[in-house]
Structure formats: structure tokens, C-alpha cells
């Protein structure tokens, strides 16, 4: 039996296929076919995001774990390359449905921090460059959050030592958690 895989090296990609010896009837048609899906996701992930995991946010106040969040992974961007850099940002009461593709912003990360913070107390938080861009982030970010969003109370402030690495990131995909930790992904988009 032939099996498709991926080599992933630096970002580019290679299908290879690797032949083993099995008793015939031992793989079902359905089991071939989940093989073959696995190495054609790898190939498109090996230079974009498949190949990392989300999980849902936590807040410091006891809030329930049940509410639905997106988990959104960014990605280093510069000069038109992917970078090695990697972080997520998280969207409690994410408000859009299955199959939409956000506009989400490209973030310029930096020493200073935007919170936004709901009614309750989950919270949107973000890192850049500026609070200029803290602000536009959140602004952008609150749209996605549906009702739960008004009346949020943002805050903004630099980080004590300053000495975080200045970098531009670009979102990737977007998890969706429709019962935040209690269940597993509900549904991804690629951006």
C-alpha cells in the first residue's frame, strides 16, 4: 500500500509517498482516503498554520469556561515572508458564523497593551507597538464580539521595561470554540 506524507523543511513543502506491506482487507477504502486528506492538509499547512494548535482563554476572575471564543493564530510577517515568530489573540462571544472569513488586523507588536474588558470580565488583550495601534487593534477586534461588546471598558498602558521584540504579525486562522473550554474546536477558518 502506498502512503502519502509531507516533508516540511523551512516552510516549503514536498509530498513524498511510502510504500508498506499490508494484509489485503486490513485497510478500508475510508481509512486510505483519511490518509490521503492528512498529507494534502500537511502540504497546505507546511508554510501557513495547520500545523499548530489553538486552545481556548482563560481570565484570571472565575468566569465560566463555556463561553464561546475564538482563538485567532498570527504569524511573523515581513517583507512578504512568513517569520518564525508566533502568537494568538482571543475573542470572547466571537459573534460571526461558520464559514464567514474575517478581516482581521495585521498587528505591529511592541511595548505597550490594550485590554479590553466585557461585562463579564473576559477580556480581549493585545500587544503593539503603540497605544495608537492598541487602540485601532481592539476597535477592530470589539466588532467581532456581538452584543456582549458594548459597554466594554478598554485599557491601555506600556509594559516596565519596554524591551519587547518590535515585530508585525498577520493573522493566519481562526479557531472557533462554540463552548469555550468544555468542548474542542467547532469549527477553523484559514485567513
Known amino acids: 500500500m502506498d502512503i502519502p506524507y509531507v516533508e516540511c523543511k523551512d516552510g516549503e513543502a ?12 486490513s485497510v478500508t477504502q475510508s481509512q486510505k482516503d483519511s490518509l490521503a486528506k492528512s498529507a494534502q492538509l500537511a502540504l497546505k499547512g507546511c508554510s501557513s498554520s495547520s500545523n499548530v494548535s489553538t486552545f481556548p482563554d482563560s481570565w484570571a476572575s472565575r468566569i465560566p469556561d463555556e463561553r464561546p471564543q475564538a482563538a485567532i ?3 511573523e510577517w515581513s517583507n512578504g515572508k512568513w517569520g518564525k515568530y508566533t502568537c494568538s489573540v482571543h ?6 458564523p461558520k464559514g464567514f472569513k474575517p478581516t482581521l488586523p495585521t498587528i505591529k507588536k511592541g ?4 485590554i479590553l474588558k466585557l461585562k463579564d470580565n473576559s477580556q480581549i488583550y493585545v500587544n503593539c507597538e ?3 495601534e492598541c487602540k ?10 456581538g ?6 471598558k478598554a485599557k491601555y498602558g506600556e509594559f516596565g521595561d519596554g524591551d519587547l521584540k518590535k515585530v508585525t504579525v498577520k493573522a493566519v486562522r481562526l479557531d ?6 468544555s468542548e474542542g474546536v467547532g469549527w477553523s477558518v484559514d485567513l
Open 111 to 114: 511595548g505597550y497593551f490594550g
Open 136 to 145: 485601532r487593534v481592539i476597535s477592530m477586534l470589539k466588532g467581532f464580539t
Open 130 to 132: 503603540s497605544i495608537q
Open 91 to 96: 475573542i470572547p462571544y466571537y459573534s460571526k
Open 73 to 75: 493564530y498570527y504569524r
Open 14 to 25: 514536498t509530498q513524498k509517498t511510502m510504500t508498506l506491506e499490508v494484509r489485503v482487507g
Open 147 to 152: 452584543t456582549e461588546g458594548k459597554g466594554a
Open 176 to 181: 472557533f470554540y462554540p463552548k469555550g473550554k
